[in-house]
């Protein structure tokens, strides 16, 4: 009886240890992802507020322009705004919106490995699982043929 009980606990402690494992790996993963998260929002951040500080000096320097040499803002239009300007707007927003989805093609790749590793390790978990489990069994079956033949 204490060998049957042996082999339970046995089984029990390498499933829990199989848990653990599998459990820090998660957690892992999970650190991983986040830390990556945090990344892509400071970058976010940084070229938000390097945006906004562009047009606040380009706004700046609109009014001070005006101060100081008066209302200039309409020869500066006819200067400033030659007739390509509207394809060079069009040329920056399809470059903008290729680079967005790029981005968001890599973020979908990375979610979708970061799915894949959790799957392998799920899978890599069942099988050791299985193993044991297989093990035991045929321990289980040795016995019982051992108490047979006495």
């Known amino acids: 009886m ?6 339970a606990d046995k089984l029990a402690r390498k499933t829990a240890e199989l848990e653990r494992a599998a459990l820090e790996k998660k957690e892992e993963i999970e650190r991983e992802a ?3 998260a945090a990344e892509k929002a400071t970058e976010v951040a940084i070229a938000q507020g390097k945006k906004a500080a562009r047009s606040a000096v380009d706004r700046a320097s609109k009014k001070l322009e005006e101060v100081l040499f008066g209302d200039v803002e ?14 060079d707007r069009k040329k920056e927003r399809e470059k ?3 680079k967005a ?6 973020r979908k790749a ?10 392998r390790a799920a ?3 069942e099988v050791a699982a299985s193993r044991i489990e297989r093990e035991v069994d045929d321990e289980l079956a040795a016995l019982k043929r051992r108490l047979a033949k006495k």
Not at 110 to 119: C, D, G, L, S
């Open 2 to 7: 204490s060998l049957f009980k042996s082999l």
């Open 34 to 36: 986040a830390r990556r």
């Open 74 to 87: 309409e020869d500066a239009a006819t200067e400033e705004a030659p007739p390509s300007s509207r394809a």
């Open 96 to 98: 903008q919106r290729d």
């Open 101 to 106: 989805q790029a981005e968001e093609r890599e």
């Open 110 to 119: 990375r979610a979708r490995r970061e799915q894949e590793q959790v799957a």
């Open 123 to 125: 899978e890599a978990r």
